[in-house]
């Protein structure tokens, strides 16, 4: 990596290779040199090469300040703010940027890509803090400082659409909310002005919305502002698990046999994990039939299950944390 | 690097080698033993969680994995995973709790039976990071009996090995190279692609199986137009989704894809000349003859 030494005040050129393409038509690279101040940051070079060298590249832009979230691409293959990234921080060996469109997204012109589907995403997990709550007449909602410190992550999002971008999920799933949306209803649910909790709770508890994350943690790679989207939806998913009138779907039994195996032996015991999770389910695990006669037949499903050397610890330990935690 | 003392480690094997994945354990055991690397099983582990316990509760993630890291201490070793996910998990509870306030230390300890007490003294690391670290990939290559000249491997890091913790990182989770670094010194040919630090799809398997098998038939098709002869993993759980379930992944896309999935320790003890039979290579769900076949095996 290069440090500049901002006492020299040296210049340095950079190539930038910028992805270059108008709606569906093949893309092209386009290489753009330029000479950059130190500490110039990768938009301030892109508005350079607009202004002097090519008026036809197309790219958002706005605060330059990292709060309106507008100048969202992937610089080097990841999502980032090229607000927020010093050219000097990322060129690589060869004094070369590549500069690339967001993923996720069908690309309008180069480094444009078409939010609709982000937005209409963010409107599916109704982020706005429920009207009726609003028909209090006597005094101001109030808020302790303990309640609202649980927004302050989530409310952190500048919806800029880095996570959206390397969001596995969305990638194949086109139905699938994205994690701005999942951290988005995280702060719904946990906001104490809000009503509508429970019915909240009941729409995100479905493989479209908080059980259609994969946690592969390329959102709470990319967020530029540490809103970390996984760890908001895993706190979902530990409301949704500890509810007790949402009906138990797959995703719900998968994790509660999985601790509760785990409790009993140490491990998990695939076979049996396989038949407690479907064993609601004759057509499911009918399907899974000839998997289990596959893996059988090629010893990868054993029939013997022995518990880990004193698994009475393990078990003592998980009855004494659920005592600790839930109380 | 040269070792100059034997390499030993606390070996936290997982649950899916010890289940699903034989051949992975099997494999392991052959290749750190052609290596010199001494392992001490620690047979009273628990499982990891592989995420999941988190979303029942943090503290259940921590307690249970702060149990199964003092396990290591108590041996005096740094501990090795073989599995992403059981690294990642591990890794990112040890980060946390070596930096969390002696408050939630003491909370934790006092859920722990008496007999164990976490210090955050010991490391974890995956097989492939201290074949790297401590090892050496120039002590390794020399170990090479059978080159495997030719054979060309598309790595599949796992989500958790790159993206998992936030220190003691080896790789850039962007451009990783470690995997890589093994093949060419084994020999073989490193396969660029894109789907290699991405998603198997196996968390969706059991609930949401259409986009489970839709992610896996993605990646893969990926590998089959980088031309690979196989894809090379070191972690299981994305072996279950790419390698077990592979024959479901073709059923779904209406397409036959015919790719072997490796561990990464198979490919290794392939290149240390060790029969195919001790690295379970005939326990897999899409063949790996292949594979041999392209070794001239």
Redesign the interface.
Same mark, same amino acid.
Do not use: W
């Given at each position: 990596m290069l440090v500049h030494d901002s006492a020299k005040k040296k210049s340095m050129e950079i190539a930038f290779r910028v992805r270059r393409q108008t709606g569906n038509d093949p893309a092209t690279y386009q290489t753009y040199k330029l000479d950059l101040e130190p500490g110039a940051t990768v938009l301030d070079a892109l508005t350079q090469i607009k202004w002097e060298q090519d008026g036809t590249l197309a790219f958002r832009k706005n605060c330059r300040n990292a709060i309106c979230g507008s100048c969202g691409m992937r610089i080097n293959g990841k999502a980032a703010l090229a607000c927020a990234t010093r050219a000097a921080d990322v060129v690589d060996e060869r004094g070369e940027i590549l500069i690339q469109p967001f993923g996720n997204m069908p690309v309008i012109k180069d480094i444009v890509v078409d939010m609709q589907d982000f937005w209409k995403h963010l409107d599916q997990v109704e982020p706005y803090v429920s009207t009726a709550a609003r028909n209090t007449p006597e005094k101001e909602f109030l808020q302790t400082p303990e309640q609202r410190e649980k927004l302050e992550q989530s409310g952190n999002c500048i919806l800029c659409g880095a996570c959206y971008s390397e969001c596995n999920s969305r990638e194949i799933n086109p139905e699938f909310v994205g994690p701005h949306a999942l951290a988005k209803a995280y702060r719904m649910v946990e906001d104490n002005r809000d009503d509508q909790t429970e019915k909240r709770l009941e729409r995100y508890n479905q493989p479209d919305y908080a059980w259609g994350c994969t946690r592969c943690f390329s959102c709470d790679e990319v967020c530029p502002m540490g809103v970390q989207p996984l760890e908001q939806i895993q706190k979902i998913r530990t409301k949704l698990l500890h509810s007790r009138k949402l009906p138990e779907n797959t995703a719900m039994r998968h994790r509660r046999v999985l601790v509760a195996q785990i409790r009993n032996s140490g491990w998990l015991d695939e076979t049996r994990f396989a038949l407690e999770v479907f064993a609601k389910s004759p057509e499911a695990l009918l399907a899974l039939a000839p998997l289990g006669l596959r893996m059988l037949l090629k010893g990868k499903m054993p029939l013997r299950h022995h518990p880990i050397d004193n698994f009475a610890e393990v078990t003592t330990l998980i009855d004494a944390v659920h005592q600790d935690d839930y109380n | 690097m040269t070792t100059t003392k034997p390499l030993k480690y606390a070996y936290y094997p997982g649950?899916?080698s010890?289940? =699903?994945?034989?051949e992975l354990y099997l494999s392991t055991a052959a290749v750190t033993k052609a290596l010199g690397i001494e392992l001490v099983e620690l047979?009273? =582990?628990?499982?990891c969680? =592989?995420?999941?316990?988190?979303?029942?509760?943090?503290?259940?993630q921590d307690?249970?994995n702060a149990?199964n890291l003092a396990l290591a201490e108590a041996e005096g070793l740094t501990m090795m995973t073989q599995c992403s996910t059981c690294q990642?998990v591990l890794g990112r509870v040890n980060e946390k709790l070596q930096a969390s306030e002696p408050a939630y230390r003491e909370?934790i300890d006092a859920?722990?039976?008496t007999? &164990?007490h976490y210090n955050g003294t010991a490391d974890v690391r995956h097989m492939l990071w201290i074949l790297l670290q401590d090892y050496g990939l120039d002590n390794l290559k020399a170990k090479v009996k059978r080159p495997l000249t030719g054979l060309r491997c598309a790595s599949f890091y796992g989500?958790?090995l790159?993206?998992?913790q936030q220190s003691g990182r080896v790789d850039d989770?962007?451009?990783p190279k470690s995997l890589e670094q093994v093949f060419t010194a084994l020999g073989a040919t490193p396969v660029e692609y894109r789907g290699r630090t991405?998603?198997c799809?196996?968390?969706?398997s059991?609930?949401?199986t259409k986009?489970a098998f839709?992610?896996a038939a993605?990646r893969i098709d990926e590998a089959i137009e980088a031309e690979a002869d196989c894809l090379v993993t070191p972690c299981p759980l994305c072996h279950l989704n790419l390698d077990?379930?592979q024959?479901?992944v073709e059923k779904a896309i209406g397409r036959r894809l015919g790719m072997p999935v490796l561990h990464l320790p198979q490919l290794i003890g392939l290149a240390l000349g060790i029969e195919s039979a001790q690295l379970g290579l005939?326990? &897999?769900?899409v063949s790996t003859r292949p594979v041999l076949a392209r070794l001239g095996l």
């Open positions: - | 649950c899916v010890r289940g =699903a994945c034989r047979k009273s =582990a628990a499982c969680g =592989a995420g999941t316990f988190k979303e029942d509760s943090e503290l259940l307690a249970v149990r990642g909370r859920l722990l039976t007999e &164990h989500c958790y790159l993206r998992g989770p962007v451009n991405r998603c799809g196996f968390p969706l059991s609930y949401d986009n839709a992610m993605l077990s379930r024959p479901e005939g326990q &897999h769900i």
